[in-house]
Nanobody, 123 residues
Framework: QVELVETGGGSVQAGGSLRLSCTAS????????MGWFRQAPGKEREAVAS???????NYADSVKGRFTISQDNAKNTLYLQMNSLKPEDSAMYYC?????????????????WGKGTLVTIAS
């Protein structure tokens, strides 16, 4: 079993930045594909970014050029750097892990999930 814990959420003004972290209970970042998802109240969970086990990254169109996903294998930690934040980025953000590459936007393919960290962007 793997535990994922997200931190770094908070409230910032539009145009600001936040960095989310996701720490895993064991080493997994070159074995599993990692993803960030978000869910706003009344909306479906949507994929934000992912990083495959070979380092390839993927981004939702809505965050390209503003968000960067990265990982520090030595620290068992996944990051999501979020810049130029907009009110529509407000949501609960979750990290997740899946054992295979591809189809990174599909939540059902992810085996492990954190409990989330809340991001609120004020206009």
């Amino acid at each position: 079993q793997v535990e994922l814990v997200e931190t770094g959420g908070g409230s910032v003004q539009a145009g600001g930045s936040l960095r989310l972290s996701c720490t895993a209970s064991r080493y997994m970042y070159s074995v599993y594909c990692m993803g960030w998802f978000r869910q706003a109240p009344g909306k479906e969970r949507e994929a934000v970014a992912s990083i495959e086990d070979d380092g390839k990254t993927n981004y939702a169109d809505s965050v390209k050029g503003r968000f960067t996903i990265s990982q520090d294998n030595a620290k068992n930690t996944l990051y999501l750097q979020m810049n130029s934040l907009k009110p529509e980025d407000s949501a609960m953000y979750y990290c997740a892990a899946k054992p295979r590459r591809g189809l990174w936007t599909r939540p059902r393919l992810y085996d492990y999930w954190g409990k989330g960290t809340l991001v609120t962007i004020a206009s």
